[in-house]
């Protein structure tokens, strides 16, 4: 089946510093990307909508200039957490889309997370 | 808005039981719904899906109803076994294709031991 990594799956940094998470497709070509960040015992929240070469879409109350997202190709989105606090730490999760799909909800293939941690 | 409510855990059960987790929603349309399964250090997984009411869905022995009436997706399972231990999220979309945004709900661990 369609693979999404993500790397690193964990990470600790000092705050103030600028921490970059990387999701890509293994084997599948993804215009659209998702990115999702979960707080302990609470639901994955959508933080924004990355396409492929033009500008994510962020959901309200998510500073874009705090989360930097860049969609370079059609198998990597980054997201970069700038100045990194505490109240960032939180487990961030991908998902890329296989445009090649038709099929509503069998589309969206999700990424392990990354532990993010800022001390 | 919409949202998903489903039971909080942890849930342990005893191999062989008799698996509900309840999930009930609130949307702004008609959604579809969905059970995701996400086993220990691996993505989320589509379980199961429904996208209009009586429907239902199935997978792996896992069956998951819509109830429109009732605003409901409870995910069920006749005799659990060890390996479905995983964290389990039901979540629901209204979205089009092209831009498929979900909505989950919290997420219920569960726990089977032998």
């Known amino acids: 089946g369609a693979v999404v990594s993500q790397h690193p799956s964990r990470v600790i940094c000092k705050s103030g510093t600028s921490v970059k998470i990387e999701c890509r497709s293994l084997?599948?070509?993804?215009?659209?990307m998702f990115w999702y960040r979960q707080f302990p015992k609470q639901s994955l929240m959508l933080m924004a909508t990355?396409?492929?070469?033009?500008?994510?879409?962020?959901e309200q109350g998510v500073e874009k200039d705090k989360f930097l997202i860049n969609h370079a190709s059609l198998t990597l989105s980054t997201l970069t957490v700038t100045s990194a606090h505490p109240e960032d730490s939180s487990f961030y999760i991908c998902?890329?889309?296989?445009?090649?799909?038709?099929?509503?909800?069998?589309?969206?293939?999700f990424g392990p997370g990354t532990r993010l941690t800022v001390l | 808005g919409n949202s998903v409510t489903q039971m909080e855990g942890p849930v342990t059960l005893s191999e062989e039981a008799f698996l509900t987790i309840n999930c009930t929603y609130t949307?702004?349309?008609?959604?579809?719904l969905f059970w995701y399964v996400q086993y220990p250090g691996e993505g989320l997984q589509l379980l199961l899906k429904a996208t209009k009411a009586d429907d239902k869905g199935s997978n792996k022995g896992f069956e998951a109803t819509y109830r429109k009436e009732t605003t409901s997706f409870h995910l069920e399972k006749g005799s659990v076994q060890v390996s479905d231990s995983a964290v389990y999220f039901c979540a629901l979309t209204i979205s089009n294709f092209g831009n498929e945004k979900l909505t989950f709900g919290t997420g219920t661990r569960l726990t089977i031991i032998p």
């Open positions: 084997d599948f070509q993804a215009t659209t």
């Open positions: 949307a702004t349309g008609y959604p579809s």
């Open positions: 990355s396409n492929e070469g033009s500008k994510a879409t962020y």
């Open positions: 998902s890329a889309r296989d445009q090649s799909k038709r099929v509503l909800g069998d589309t969206q293939y």
